[in-house]
């Protein structure tokens, strides 16, 4: 028992670090996007 609960923790931690590893990210390549579309439309 003590295993899987070490294992769900361990797989647990990869994947909210996964994710906000995405959502950072997502985030700079949309405030890229924006920087240049600002500076043409400008």
Same mark, same amino acid.
């Given at each position: 028992?003590?295993?899987?609960?070490?294992? =769900? $923790?361990?797989?647990? &931690? *990869?994947? +909210?670090?996964?994710?906000?590893? /995405? =959502? $950072?990210?997502?985030? &700079? *390549?949309? +405030?890229?996007?924006?920087?240049? /579309?600002?500076?043409?439309?400008?």
């Amino acid at each position: 028992m003590v295993i899987i609960g070490i294992t =769900l $923790g361990a797989s647990g &931690l *990869v994947l +909210g670090i996964g994710v906000l590893f /995405l =959502l $950072g990210l997502l985030l &700079l *390549v949309a +405030g890229l996007m924006f920087r240049l /579309l600002a500076k043409q439309a400008f």
